[in-house]
């Protein structure tokens, strides 16, 4: 960097200009929450430069007790919030402050309508942050000394948020931030000292260091107490939290806007000792996907600091779980390769995830709405458990919801309690149906036998279920059964099955006729049992692997082997009577050919030649001659 001793102005990010805008808009009548995030910053701060300390005793110097201070100047019209923590050099400011961390994030902000805009929950999904003094501030000054050994520089930025701020190097003797808003000239509630007073205890009671304030040129009072609790919320007892400070808690660590679902708060003595206190989210990010999106718990090694996202402690499928681990057995060195192998994390992790499973076993049991609500937001997530953990599948298996045919609606709350329940202990088969859509999935032919039998039929549609339905084979001790592969069982009398001996060679002649038209593109052409009303479907082998596989193997770039269906054919249905009475070869073909892709288009799928099968259906309509090919 050139040594300007000038100030200098930088434009902001377009992402930040847009956040910002967004911000002051959606978020006035929250106005208020500017302070807690400024004092969420400050402990953040001042919990690295703990850390940072551990390894650098010296970067405390002379100057250990970490604190921090809020400041009202009523006269000046000004607001500050000061912190002696780890402290920003010039390129992080710029770096921090000029943008937005998170990549995507610009695309995800054109990508909001202009309705969608004002809608301050999604402004949520960011964590406001530093940026929210803007909603009361029309200047907001940082000056700001990163904390170091040597001597370090200190700098000062300042900006209106009117899309660029201005750097410029400062005096700052002390590590650390001081931020100053000077305030708008309606927001002077925010220098009244029982309002700021009343503010700090609402929303950062919890806040593991004293946070003080005082008022230009009076006394502070009680001689500087703190006005917060200014102890760590999770190594309080239970009983002596309020579900307000638990909230409040989960906002300041999980950066987010919105209340959580749900929390489960445990201390863990004896052999080992541990804290934890894990909490689900009411909401995903909507960078849930990302396989680089910050996930983990915040953890803590005897109340210090160590990591934000410590990723060793819940596995993979648990990834939308926040909270705090604090540890009192690993050392206060951890480095993450330590981490990865120490045993310690691994008896945590097992441990870890059971309390996740239980908490939601409670959420479903207590609180069924809010179950929907983390069902809707993070049940695809949670499914890959069905793979990824083994141990507990039985437990991920109670908790999963599924859309099924019980219910006309496409929510999906059924539970497999709730569908054994209904199908009474003679049903030995759960079955389900794997499609690409809820509604091509409602309306598959599939389904049409198992309707005539009232029996209940799962109806899936997440992109990875059929993966994980491979993992998932028994549940309490009836297997799943897929609709749409095999030949279908649905546990009749063997009087009432049709079976293939018993067709008339006629019969026996079409199919084998129709196999002749389609050749290679089906394996078979067969008689079906399931379909009632359709003319034909498409059915896969059990082993096949079926269409979700093949669409993710090649996300991943891989080719998958060709799954090749049959085709089952009503033989009650009046095309097929048609079929069977038409004298022309072409006709027949052409009909043929219709079937199968009668039977592809009805899964939603794509049909290899559609203008072929647009040339049949309009000669068929006008009666014109065949178009067979
Ligand atoms: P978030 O806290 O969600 O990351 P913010 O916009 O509030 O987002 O802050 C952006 C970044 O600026 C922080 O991640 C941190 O690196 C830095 N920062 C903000 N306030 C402080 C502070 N008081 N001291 C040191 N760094 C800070």
């Known amino acids: 960097m050139s040594e300007a001793r000038e100030p200098t102005t930088f434009d902001f990010k377009a992402e930040v200009k847009q956040l910002l805008h967004l911000m002051v808009h959606s978020l006035y009548s929250n106005k208020e929450i500017f302070l807690r995030e400024l004092i969420s910053n400050a402990s953040d701060a001042n919990d690295r430069l703990r850390f940072e300390s551990l390894s650098q005793p010296d970067l405390l110097a002379d100057d250990p007790e970490l604190g921090i201070r809020v400041a009202l100047d009523p006269e000046a019209g000004k607001l500050t919030v000061s912190d002696n923590g780890i402290g920003m050099s010039r390129d992080e400011i710029v770096e921090q402050l000029g943008t937005i961390a998170h990549s995507g994030t610009a695309r995800f902000l054109e990508s909001l309508d202009g309705k969608a805009q004002k809608d301050s929950a999604l402004i949520g999904q960011f964590g406001v942050g530093f940026y929210s003094s803007f909603i009361v501030a029309e200047q907001v000054e940082v000056l700001s000394r990163r904390a170091s050994a040597d001597a370090g520089e200190s700098v000062r930025w300042t900006s209106t948020g009117d899309g660029s701020y201005t750097l410029e190097p400062a005096e700052k003797e002390a590590r650390g931030t001081t931020i ?43 001689s500087g107490e703190p006005v917060n609790k200014a102890k760590a919320l999770w190594a309080r007892p239970r009983t002596e939290v309020e579900d307000e400070e638990y909230v409040e808690f989960y906002k300041h660590i999980a950066h987010d806007f919105k209340d959580p679902l749900i929390w489960s708060h445990n201390r863990v003595e004896g052999k080992r000792e541990y804290t934890s206190l894990l909490y689900v989210p009411s909401a995903a990010p909507w960078d849930l996907w990302n396989r680089e999106s910050p996930r983990g718990v915040k953890l803590y090694v005897q109340r210090v600091f160590i990591t934000d996202q410590a990723t060793q402690f819940l596995p993979l499928y648990l990834r939308f779980i926040r909270g ?26 097992s441990a870890l995830t059971k309390r996740v499973l239980a908490m939601l ?21 949670f499914k890959e458990g069905l793979a990824e953990d083994a141990g507990n599948q039985e437990k991920i298996a109670a908790l999963l919801r599924f859309n099924s045919t019980a219910s006309d609606d496409l929510e999906q709350e059924r539970s497999l309690d709730g569908y054994l329940e209904a199908a009474g202990e003679d049903q030995d088969a759960i079955y389900f149906l794997i499609a690409d859509t809820p509604e091509a999935a409602r309306n598959s032919p599939h389904l ?29 001790g009836k297997s799943f059964r897929d609709v749409a592969r095999g030949e279908l069982d649905l546990g009749r009398d063997e009087s009432e099955k049709k ?49 979700q596989m093949r669409e993710l193997l090649r996300a991943t770039g891989q080719e998958p082997p060709e799954t090749v269906p049959s085709l ?62």
């Open 324 to 349: 705090v681990v604090d540890s009192g057995d690993l050392s206060l060195n951890v480095s993450r390769e330590l981490l990865q192998q120490d045993p310690v994390v691994g008896v945590m992790k």
């Open 499 to 547: 079976v293939e001996a018993e067709l008339t060679k006629e019969q026996k002649a079409l199919l084998k006729r129709i196999k002749r038209v389609l050749r290679d593109k089906v394996d078979e052409v067969r008689m079906s049992d399931r379909l009632k009303e359709s003319a034909a479907c498409l059915v896969i082998g059990e082993q096949d692997m079926g269409f």
């Open 448 to 476: 049409e036998a198992l309707r005539e039998q009232g029996l209940e039929v799962l109806l899936l549609s997440d992109r990875i279920d059929e993966w994980v339905m491979q993992y998932l084979t028994e549940y309490r």
């Open 180 to 222: 100053t808003l000077t305030l708008k000239p309606d927001e002077k509630e925010f220098l009244e000292s029982y309002r700021v007073n009343a503010l700090i205890r609402k929303y950062s009671d919890h806040i593991a260091f004293p946070v003080t304030l005082g008022v230009a040129g009076e006394e502070d009072d009680e």
């Open 568 to 629: 089952e054919v009503n033989l009650d249905h009046p095309i097929v009577g048609m079929m069977t009475e038409t004298g022309e070869e072409d006709r027949f073909e052409d009909l043929s050919w219709l079937l199968l892709e009668q039977a592809t288009l009805v899964e939603g799928r794509l049909l290899d030649q559609p203008a072929a099968f647009v040339r049949r259906v309009n000669s068929l309509l006008l009666g014109a001659g065949p178009v067979s090919e």
């Open 361 to 381: 076993e409670r959420l479903a049991r207590e609180e069924p709405g809010k179950y929907a609500t983390y069902w809707k937001e993070f049940g695809v997530a």
